[in-house]
């Protein structure tokens, strides 16, 4: 157990921070622990709520219908909560920081839309956006809410009682219940399978995106990470590629990650906290 930093600890460190944003060219790399203040859990599975369910993988997704079939029921259900969410302070920080001409880009590992919603602009989502849906058998890429209206239509008596959903608004739903639910197809090409568009378990990253985020990154003045701890070589191998071409690497995140040994500036506290502070003093 290493101790939690002192208050005074924190002080230098944000005042470290303060002075590499404020040389400008910060490209960010954010996670799941930006919107969790979004009531947003780990869609993914890795860290966050839905760590009860088995993480879907992309091999069951695509191989087993019945899975992917209820993969879809809970989906919807729990489409309401991510719908339902905003931005937080953390994500209009941001924002507040790009418009002060300090941010570059942002690329994100989450899912949720929220950095745009914050106010974001040229945001590279690196693992998808649960906003859209891709056909697996023609490609065709359609947005989630007119999918939510058809699967609303279908479905007019389906969705858990009350006392089924979890206070973070996950659903433990029967896989009875789950099989009862109506799923639809794709419009494009006439009932092609749909996939949130989202990279999931056992998937890999489009190698366009991959390289489009590393260009980003050999270009940057420093690289922040907010909210990550790291631990998916998805956005760790930024921080490794920046750390070997001398670019700085700073972190803020709540606790340890992965990444603290190559972090020339490292933050442990809370988002809701330092985000809002440097926009203060940088933005203000
Ligand atoms: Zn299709």
Redesign the pocket.
């Known amino acids: 157990m290493t101790a939690a930093p002192t208050l005074e600890q924190r002080a230098g460190s944000l005042d470290a921070l303060a002075d590499l944003i404020a040389d400008g060219d910060v490209v960010v790399l954010s996670g799941a622990g930006l919107s969790t203040d979004s009531g947003i859990p780990d869609y993914r599975g890795a860290t966050g709520s839905l760590r009860r369910h088995t993480p879907m993988t992309y091999q069951t997704f695509t191989r087993d219908p019945r899975g992917r079939h209820r993969y879809w029921a809970r989906s919807y259900v729990g489409w309401r909560q991510i719908r339902g969410a905003r931005p937080n302070e953390g994500h209009r920080s941001v924002g507040e920081l790009q418009r002060a001409g300090l941010v570059d880009a942002v690329i994100t590992q989450n899912v949720d839309g929220l950095h745009q919603a914050g106010g974001a602009t040229g945001v590279v989502e690196l693992h998808g956006g649960l906003d859209r849906t891709v056909?697996l058998?023609?490609?065709?890429v359609a947005g989630r809410a007119e999918l939510d209206r058809r699967l609303r239509e279908a479905n007019p008596a389906f969705g858990p009682r009350v006392d089924e959903i979890n206070p973070d608004g996950d659903a433990e739903l029967p896989d009875e219940l789950l099989d009862g639910f109506v799923m639809v197809g794709?419009l494009?090409?006439?009932d092609?399978p749909l996939k949130p568009d989202v990279v999931f378990f056992g998937e890999t990253v489009p190698r366009d995106r991959v390289e489009r985020c590393f260009e980003l990154v050999e270009d940057a003045g420093s690289l922040l990470v907010l909210g990550s701890s790291l631990t998916v070589m998805s956005g760790y191998r930024f921080v490794l590629r920046a750390a070997k071409l001398g670019i700085p690497v700073a972190i803020v995140n709540s606790g340890p990650t992965r990444g603290d040994a190559k972090a020339d500036v490292r933050v442990d506290a809370p988002l809701g906290v330092v985000l809002p502070e440097l926009a203060r003093r940088m933005a203000g």
Do not use: F, L
Request: overall charge negative.
């Open positions: 056909c058998n023609c490609g065709d794709c494009a090409c006439g092609g």
